[in-house]
């Protein structure tokens, strides 16, 4: 069983950056995607950035675009979001996904890890 564990929130000022980190504790199948998620208190679960794992193709929500960046380590079997110009609106507890290669979803998740943006 992958386990997923994500790192590097916190609490920060508008305007600040993160980087967060996700890491898988094996690589024991083939990975066609990565994807960050992430949800406020009271309001669903929604997409932030994904990222090809062969290639390295990249796709963001519109209201992170320009402002996050989404990357990887293959050796590493780390994924990154570098999240620069924090608004208050960024606050959410952050989520990694990794969807399989032949899968139509994202298989697995991680814990979550809290960002906070004050104003």
């Known amino acids: 069983q992958v386990q997923l564990v994500e790192s590097g929130g916190g609490l920060v000022q508008a305007g600040d950056s993160l980087r967060l980190s996700c890491a898988a504790s094996e690589r024991t199948f083939s990975i066609y995607r990565v994807g960050w998620f992430r949800q406020a208190p009271g309001k669903e679960r929604e997409f932030v950035a994904a990222?090809?794992?062969?290639?390295?193709?990249?796709v963001y929500a519109d209201s992170v675009k320009g402002r996050f960046t989404i990357s990887k380590d293959n050796a590493k079997n780390t994924v990154y979001l570098q999240m620069n110009s924090l608004k208050p609106e960024d606050t959410a507890v952050y989520y990694c996904?990794?969807?399989?290669?032949?899968?139509?979803?994202?298989?697995?998740w991680g814990q979550g890890t809290q960002v906070t943006v004050s104003s």
């Open positions: 990222i090809r794992w062969s290639g390295g193709s990249t």
């Open positions: 996904a990794i969807q399989g290669v032949g899968a139509g979803r994202y298989d697995y």
